[in-house]
């Protein structure tokens, strides 16, 4: 209990320490492999935590990033209410999508919530008089000021990325050692069971899908505001897989897992980029050698063989 | 009366698993249910706690009519059931197996969650994985998680199915020490368990009840000698 919170505290303070002393180059990947985690951990609390395996998590990153970026642009809305919008919207779309898609299981699950974000996906490039469609659109430096912090500068870019990636991960923490969080573990571990003791498991699902989508929508608004930029890419399939393979490397269903899965694979691509064009190839073996001798992820492993504690 | 059915049915397809069954169980009582394999046992208890919905019938638990609602509420209600193919959280620990049952029913009673793991013998494993433990022993789990749960009324489907006979004589024990509190309602195909802890015992035939009496009449009974227990 105290050494696990140590050691989320620890990460939270090292990330802090490391703005002060990465090159410029570094300190900008690290800004956007915390947003990007950020999303990774909404996606682990449904996948990870729940059992539940979406493809469809670019839906509700794409919702809270368009809920924020169509505010800005037509509303002219201030960053904080235009984050709170692109929150709301991923939250709505996720009750709507989420009270639908689970009245199935498994194999049928997948696919259905796939097919929302499908149908997300060809909404935005079919209102692209508004979206811009995969072209996207640039929200202007002026509109990136958040309480008189520019988002558009490095420091305060990654210290909202900071901001966010921490509550998010403390707050994943503190979830799962809550009752709720204990029996979303339960429903993973046998769903029947935990029907057969007395819990209403298709309105914990629904809550886990609700929050899972919550925090990917939260992750997509920050992304926009903070990187400036929102398109319909956003919202394609490619990014419903990228979570699941980060939570997969990292390590499903564990707290650090999101984190460290996508800073392995945001650097992953960027070291092998810089090796050789075939990158893609190298990643590709990569993720194979993982997946054979490390099926729990890294820190899935590392909680296997050394640290049985860790959260 | 803690429990009634009246005229409960369950087809699936054509097959009448269980077929206008009235039954009640009395407050404390416990209440044995034999029959041969594919009588409908398992699916008349289903029925009960609502993990399958009935085709014809009602169900009324403690006044209320129940028929309609989901397992979850009726065992909030204080139902507790115990499956045939165990069924634990294989990945979590003996412990906190026995917490999440204890937890659904926060509230009804003061008995920790530990102690239901003292009263079948397995104390001293709580911090065991639950999928490590030997399979007499996850069955030992089970009944821990239901007794856990302090219901009014314990389901039990097949609980001796893989003891030990050391286990097996823990259990008529424990089972003699909660009658009077707890109503339970056991199907067991030992009949040394059914004859030494039930009250009353209730045989099911092809869906249908075909007698009902004390652990001596339904022993003496010719028709469920045909049926079930054999002439010998």
Sequence with gaps: MIRSLALHLGLVALLFALHFVLPPYHHGNLARVMVLATYAIGYNLLFGYTGLLSLGHALFFAAGMYGMALSVQYLGAAPAPALLLGLVAGLVVAGITGALALRTTG???????????????????????????????????????????????????????????????????????????????????????ARMLGYDTFAHKWVAVVLSGGISALAGAAYGLLFG?????????????????????????????????????????????????????MAGVVLVLLTLFAPQGLIGELRRRVWGWLP | MILTTKGLT?????????????????????????????????????LLCGRIPPTSGSVTFDGADITALPAHRRIRMGMAYTFQITSIFAGLSVAENVRLAARSQAGRHGSTPLDALDRVGLSGRDDMLAGDLSYGHQRLLEIAMGLAQSPRLLILDEPTQGLSDGEIAGFKALIRDLAGDTTILLIEHNMSVVMETADRVSVLNFGEILAEGTPAEIHANPAVQAAYLGTG
């Design chain 1, 107 to 193: 194999v049928a699950f997948m696919i259905v919530t796939l097919m929302f974000a499908q149908a997300g996906y060809l909404t935005i490039l079919y209102f692209g008089e508004y979206t811009r469609g995969d072209e996207g659109f640039v929200i202007q430096q002026a509109q990136r000021v958040l309480w008189g912090l520019d988002l558009s500068q490095p420091t305060w870019r990654y210290m909202a990325a900071w901001a966010l990636f921490s509550a998010c991960l403390l707050g994943s923490l503190a979830l799962i050692r809550r009752p709720f969080g204990r029996t979303l573990i339960a429903i993973r571990e046998n769903e029947e069971r």
């Design chain 1, 229 to 281: 930029y929102a398109g319909a890419s956003f919202a394609s399939v490619q990014y419903s897989i990228f979570p699941l393979l980060w939570v997969l490397l990292g390590g499903a269903g564990t707290i650090l897992g999101p984190f460290v899965g996508t800073l392995f694979m945001f650097y992953l691509i960027d070291l092998s980029s810089g090796i050789t064009t075939a990158y893609m190839l």
């Design chain 2, 10 to 46: 369950r087809h699936f397809h054509g097959l009448k698993a269980v077929q206008s069954v009235d039954f009640t169980l009395q407050k404390g009582e416990v209440r044995a249910l034999i029959g041969p394999n594919g009588a409908g046992k398992t699916t008349f208890v289903s």
